[in-house]
DNA sequence: GGGGCGTTTGAGCACTTCATCATATCGTCA
DNA sequence: TGACGATATGATGAAGTGCTCAAACGCCCC
């Protein structure tokens, strides 16, 4: 377990745990929402994502760790804010990549239908990273 | 588990499948060479990463399970390249958020040392996206 | 077509992650 | 100060992930 910030790890493993970092729909979520508000309470958040207070706070907390977000109490709440514009830019990147992903899965699954209608979609197994939107 | 590119899933948990896809060392590091490289073999993948082949090839697999690499089989070998050049792109824009979290965790660490000299780096804690380079 | 190289697949095991529930801390206001 | 709303933390069990080793598979060349 590293402990220290500036410890000497080569940038592919730190590449890897900044992805791991956002490797969760909540997490994903919630800075999203960060993305396009300037400050977000926690009870917003929860409003928000309908997901548990517990929940919610452990996620927050691995985001912090990672460096993703940043906290501030006011008062009885507590707002958090993305810690780098570059954040919301990573987020865009990885929406443009998948609307790519979708639509050239998506010509390929037409191109199969167009040669082989009698096949059920095929390659349909494992996770994918394709949606609609 | 969800089994057809198409079903209707929301966008965050999309993006977090995708990065969830990246969120591994040896993964990164195959699309850190791929980004430099428009073909690369299994066999020169295996001697660059100095990693054992079917360690190599189960994370091959998880990567085109996800629609970031494809593969192409020439002869006897095997080579992979990149899907789609964004998947570059999205790896220099992490690199680029390393940097500036890197940049003013460092920054932090001197004010820290500057104000309170005698406390051992503190906020050591939990896996960090930083380093060095 | 058999042997060898290159690549993939599968089973077992350790380890990590996540959701849930319970409990603790912090701040406000009466 | 005491109670309550807002967050955070800790423990537990279930599920997922990754590594190792073994075996299978596909292609090429003799």
Redesign the pocket.
């Known amino acids: 377990?590293e402990t220290f910030p500036g410890a000497h790890r080569p940038l592919y493993e730190v590449k890897a745990n900044l992805f791991?970092g956002m490797?969760?729909?909540?997490?994903v979520r919630v800075l999203e929402i960060l993305s396009a508000a300037p400050d977000v309470?926690?009870?917003?958040?929860?409003l928000d994502m309908n997901?548990?207070?517990?929940?919610?706070?452990?996620?927050?907390?691995?985001l912090?760790t990672h460096h993703l977000v940043v906290?501030e109490?006011?008062?009885?709440?507590?707002?958090?804010s993305l810690a780098y514009p570059r954040v919301a830019e990573l987020l865009a990147t990885a929406k443009m990549l998948l609307g790519e992903v979708l639509e050239s899965t998506q010509q390929q699954l037409l191109a199969s239908e167009w040669t082989a209608p009698q096949e059920p979609a095929a390659d349909t197994r494992g996770?994918s990273t394709i949606t609609r939107q």
């Open positions: 377990m791991k490797a969760h729909p909540v997490r309470s926690v009870t917003d958040l929860i997901v548990e207070a517990s929940r919610l706070s452990q996620h927050l907390s691995v912090k906290s109490r006011r008062g009885s709440q507590v707002f958090y996770p």
